[in-house]
C-alpha cells in the first residue's frame, strides 16, 4: 500500500493520510506480528537487550489532524505486553528523521538490528559491521544483509547461531 500511495502524484499526500490514520485510530485495530514474542522470549533467554528505534515524528501533519503518534505506539505496545521486552519502553526511542535514526543505532552499539525499510541499510551511514536483517518479502541486492521474510526466519538463523 505504501508504494502504491507515494507513487501517486499528490507529494505523498494520501500516503501521509493513510499513514496518519494507521499509526492512530488504526493502530488499535493492530496486533502483534506473527512470531515477534517467540523471537523476544528466544532473545531474553540468551540475555540480549533488546531496543526499538523507530523513525516517528512527534505528531500527524496538521492537515491529518494533528494528532500525537509517540504515545500512542509505546501504548500500543505497553497494552500488547511488549513493553517488558523493552525494560518497561526504557529501550524505546522515536527520532524524527532517518538521519536520527541511523545516530541512535550507532549510538546504541548495536549487534544486530532489524528493520522492513531497506532505505535505512542503502544509507551511506548506515553501519555495515551490524548484523542486519531485512523483514520483508522482496529481497535485497544488499550482500551483507540477511533477508528474512518473518519474525521466525530470524529467529532461526539466530538459533544456528547460539
Known amino acids: 500500500m505504501r508504494t502504491l500511495l507515494r507513487n501517486v502524484d499528490d507529494s505523498g499526500y494520501r500516503w501521509q493520510i493513510a499513514?496518519?490514520?494507521l499509526y492512530t485510530d488504526g493502530l488499535s485495530y493492530a496486533k502483534p506480528a506473527q512470531g515477534i514474542i517467540d523471537l523476544c522470549e528466544f532473545l531474553r533467554t540468551r540475555d540480549f537487550e533488546m531496543?526499538?528505534?523507530?523513525?516517528?515524528?512527534?505528531?500527524?501533519?496538521?492537515?491529518c489532524g494533528h494528532k500525537e503518534l509517540r504515545g500512542v505506539a509505546t501504548d500500543w505496545i505497553s497494552n500488547r505486553n511488549l513493553y517488558h521486552?523493552?525494560?518497561g519502553t526504557q529501550n524505546i526511542y522515536f527520532e524524527t528523521s532517518?538521519?536520527?535514526k541511523i545516530k541512535r543505532i550507532i549510538s546504541l552499539g548495536l549487534d544486530y538490528y532489524v528493520d522492513d525499510l531497506v532505505e535505512i541499510f542503502q544509507d551511506p551511514n548506515y553501519p555495515q559491521?551490524?548484523?542486519s536483517f531485512l523483514l520483508s518479502t522482496k529481497p535485497t541486492n544488499l550482500s551483507w544483509i540477511h533477508n528474512a521474510t518473518?519474525?521466525?526466519s530470524i529467529r532461526e538463523i539466530l538459533k544456528n547461531e547460539y
Not at 531496543?51 to 492537515?63: L, N
Open 19 to 21: 499513514q496518519g490514520w
Open 129 to 131: 559491521k551490524i548484523v
Open 51 to 63: 531496543f526499538i528505534v523507530s523513525h516517528k515524528t512527534t505528531h500527524t501533519p496538521t492537515f
Open 98 to 100: 532517518r538521519d536520527l
Open 150 to 152: 518473518s519474525f521466525m
Open 85 to 87: 521486552y523493552f525494560a
